[in-house]
């Protein structure tokens, strides 16, 4: 497990080369309903998506996946992954508030996760019931860490 708090963490957009490692980490976290190499790498070259990767000390440690319906103003958390070994790091708040940023930011104040896409996970189902009960996703996931 990695010490219980991250300060070093740089949240920025994916690159293609990111890649590999996006793919390992959606590997870690599900067992199921993975998305492809070939998915990753058209959400990456898409303006209809966006990806943010969180990275310390050179290793990536989670990605928030956001995409965007043309015409409306929704930003749709469609995938979420933190590394097993992260968790409880403080991590996930913060990727969570930056992707929450970057979808106001890119397309206004609707923003909402996508719970099919976690069912496979007890972190996500808690997180999502949480977000359920709050009106921002920092106050949502403040208990998980």
């Known amino acids: 497990m990695l010490s219980s708090s991250l300060p070093d963490v740089e949240i920025r957009l994916a690159q293609m080369s990111d890649l590999p ?5 959606e590997n870690a976290c599900f067992s199921g309903d993975r998305i492809s190499r070939r998915s990753f790498r ?3 070259e898409s303006a209809g998506a966006s990806c943010l990767v969180a990275e310390a000390n050179g290793q990536m440690l989670g990605y928030a996946l956001l995409l965007f319906r043309s015409g409306t103003a929704l ?7 933190v590394d097993p070994a992260a968790r409880g790091s403080g991590l996930s708040r913060r990727l969570l508030a930056a992707a929450e940023a970057e979808g106001k ?3 206004g104040d609707y923003y909402f996760p996508d719970p099919e896409r976690y069912v496979d996970s007890a972190l996500h189902d808690k997180m999502y019931v949480r977000l359920g009960e709050h009106e921002t996703i920092e106050d949502a996931i403040a208990v998980i860490g």
Request: hydrophobic share 55%.
């Open 105 to 107: 930011n890119l397309r």
């Open 42 to 44: 058209r959400f990456l």
């Open 21 to 25: 490692d996006l793919l390992r980490l």
């Open 75 to 81: 930003a749709r958390l469609y995938s979420f992954a």
